[in-house]
T-cell receptor, first 110, second 115 residues
Framework: QKEVEQDPGPLSVPEGAIVSLNCTYS??????FMWYRQYSRKGPELLMYTYSSGNKEDGRFTAQVDKSSKYISLFIRDSQPSDSATYLC??????????FGTGTRLKVLA | DTGVSQDPRHKITKRGQNVTFRCDPI?????LYWYRQTLGQGPEFLTY????????KSRLLSDRFSAERPKGSFSTLEIQRTEQGDSAMYLC?????????????FGPGTRLTVL
């Protein structure tokens, strides 16, 4: 079993839809949770950074962490075609070594 | 705004050749990371430096791989006797520890193709 599980998709949604992206993990020592966006053949770009449990909102993006269920989510409101990319979850314990999910490919249709 | 830069962006080499990649982190970032990413997968940790000290190496980093960060500034990743299985995107990231926060910023990557 991988430490971090993420559905690879692809996920296709119409423009303006609310997108929900999720990861599950097995290591209870993880306490730092990140979401990155990666366009094709580019490096990952940090979207959200969350410490421990709770919600964090930044513009159209909301990150949620449920440590009791070992489950994290990223919500994108009013999705745009420019949001089409691969979304990677990453997490770490106190070692700061990030463990990434495989990424979910998102396509927002105009 | 000078982010993390990597050079070259693309490298095509023949099996058995040596290759070297360079990473220039965000200035004054004290931590530097190397990851490898293959198609359809997330980045996998290879190694990281705190200033010039290499603090952790993944078991993915065979003895053909070596990384350096002289003087705690730029870093190089060398692969000796390349194999076709080394074909991947090599990503560099840097961060600056603030309290318990270690936000890693990635460069554009170097795409390696071994023929």
């Amino acid at each position: 079993q991988k430490e971090v599980e993420q559905d690879p998709g692809p996920l296709s949604v119409p423009e303006g839809a609310i997108v929900s992206l999720n990861c599950t993990y097995s290591n209870s020592a993880f306490q730092y949770f990140m979401w990155y966006r990666q366009y094709s053949r580019k490096g990952p770009e940090l979207l959200m950074y969350t410490y421990s449990s709770g919600n964090k909102e930044d513009g159209r993006f909301t990150a949620q962490v449920d440590k009791s269920s070992k489950y994290i989510s990223l919500f994108i409101r009013d999705s745009q075609p420019s949001d089409s990319a691969t979304y990677l979850c990453a997490m770490s314990g106190r070692t700061y070594k990030y463990i990434f999910g495989t990424g979910t490919r998102l396509k927002v249709l105009a | 705004d000078t982010g993390v830069s990597q050079d070259p962006r693309h490298k095509i080499t023949k099996r058995g050749q040596n290759v070297t990649f360079r990473c220039d982190p965000i200035s004054e970032h004290n931590r530097l990371y190397w990851y490898r990413q293959t198609l359809g997968q997330g980045p996998e940790f290879l190694t990281y430096f705190q200033n010039e000290a290499q603090l952790e190496k993944s078991r993915l980093l065979s003895d053909r791989f070596s990384a350096e960060r002289p003087k705690g500034s730029f870093s190089t990743l060398e692969i000796q006797r390349t194999e076709q299985g080394d074909s991947a995107m090599y990503l560099c990231a840097s961060s600056n520890i603030v309290g318990f926060t270690d936000t890693q910023y990635f460069g554009p990557g170097t795409r390696l193709t071994v023929l």
